[in-house]
């Protein structure tokens, strides 16, 4: 299976509309049209070609790229019922949310810099001919209480891989939420044709340490005294699993 790429899209303005989505984000029609400058008629058609190709597609009047990662699963426990599913534009603001509340304290640094990212950013999903990013969510009544987000650098010898960072938020663990949607983002991984996930933790956050191992990654390396936290320096722990 090929490593995920951007989409081949040889005219010059339907890769500038693609280029723009994906730029912006959900965005209506006619805001693209008019940033763009393109006329009704041929932006019209310049849609339907990338509506057909499965590039773009538009989701409650607005377009967005186009990023199938499977359908919506659902689970219950005796605890809880929850759903998992990949992340929508309209769900950054509760996502960013649920991410700062997880990390609390600060211990998961990679996990404070996504949400920073993509605060600044106002978009979630990113296919570029740099990046690609994607994220599931695990959702309560509609509420995000955890995510899983992978991040994939188109550079040659990077491409196999992919940075991972996962939380849920504290009311929520201990209910096989991580777990499962470590599981949605190794599934989707693997689907890519990547061959290795990667994380990298504050030695203090020992919690998480203990699930990634649970769960097949192994410690590649310790950088140590790399963060300073509350004054104090911290290890960090570089962990790693392959497909």
């Given at each position: 299976?090929?490593v995920?790429?951007?989409?081949?899209?040889?005219?010059?303005?339907?890769r500038?509309?693609?280029?723009?989505?994906?730029?912006?984000?959900?965005?209506?029609?006619?805001?693209?049209?008019?940033?763009?400058?393109?006329?009704?008629?041929?932006?019209?058609?310049?849609?339907a070609?990338?509506?057909?190709?499965?590039?773009?597609?538009?989701?409650?009047?607005?377009?967005?790229?186009?990023?199938?990662?499977?359908?919506?699963?659902?689970?219950e426990?005796?605890?809880?019922?929850?759903t998992?599913?990949?992340?929508?534009?309209?769900?950054?603001?509760?996502l960013?949310?649920?991410?700062?509340?997880?990390?609390?304290?600060?211990?998961?640094?990679?996990?404070e810099?996504?949400?920073?990212?993509?605060?600044?950013e106002?978009?979630?999903?990113r296919?570029?001919?740099?990046?690609?990013?994607?994220?599931?969510?695990?959702?309560?009544?509609?509420?995000?209480?955890g995510w899983?987000?992978?991040?994939?650098v188109?550079?040659?010898?990077?491409?196999?891989?992919?940075?991972?960072?996962?939380?849920?938020?504290?009311?929520?663990?201990?209910m096989?939420?991580?777990?499962?949607?470590?599981?949605?983002?190794?599934?989707?991984?693997?689907?890519?044709?990547?061959?290795k996930i990667?994380?990298?933790?504050?030695?203090?956050?020992?919690?998480?340490?203990?699930?990634l191992?649970?769960?097949?990654?192994e410690?590649?390396?310790?950088?140590?005294?790399?963060?300073?936290l509350?004054?104090?320096?911290?290890?960090?722990?570089?962990m790693?699993?392959?497909l």
């Amino acid at each position: 299976m090929e490593v995920l790429e951007q989409p081949e899209i040889s005219h010059d303005d339907r890769r500038d509309l693609y280029e723009y989505v994906e730029r912006e984000g959900a965005t209506k029609p006619d805001s693209v049209r008019r940033a763009l400058g393109m006329e009704p008629r041929q932006f019209g058609h310049h849609v339907a070609i990338l509506k057909r190709d499965s590039v773009i597609e538009e989701v409650e009047g607005k377009l967005r790229v186009a990023f199938d990662a499977g359908e919506q699963e659902e689970y219950e426990t005796k605890d809880v019922s929850y759903t998992i599913r990949q992340a929508r534009e309209e769900d950054l603001t509760g996502l960013v949310g649920a991410i700062r509340e997880a990390i609390g304290s600060g211990e998961y640094v990679k996990a404070e810099t996504v949400a920073d990212i993509v605060d600044s950013e106002g978009v979630l999903i990113r296919h570029n001919e740099i990046e690609s990013r994607m994220f599931f969510v695990a959702c309560v009544e509609g509420d995000v209480v955890g995510w899983v987000h992978l991040k994939h650098v188109d550079l040659e010898k990077l491409k196999h891989t992919a940075e991972l960072t996962l939380g849920v938020l504290e009311a929520y663990r201990g209910m096989g939420i991580g777990s499962q949607l470590l599981d949605r983002g190794v599934s989707w991984a693997d689907e890519q044709g990547l061959e290795k996930i990667y994380n990298a933790i504050p030695a203090s956050n020992e919690s998480a340490i203990a699930f990634l191992d649970d769960h097949g990654f192994e410690t590649e390396a310790v950088r140590e005294d790399h963060y300073k936290l509350n004054g104090h320096y911290i290890d960090e722990v570089m962990m790693a699993r392959g497909l």
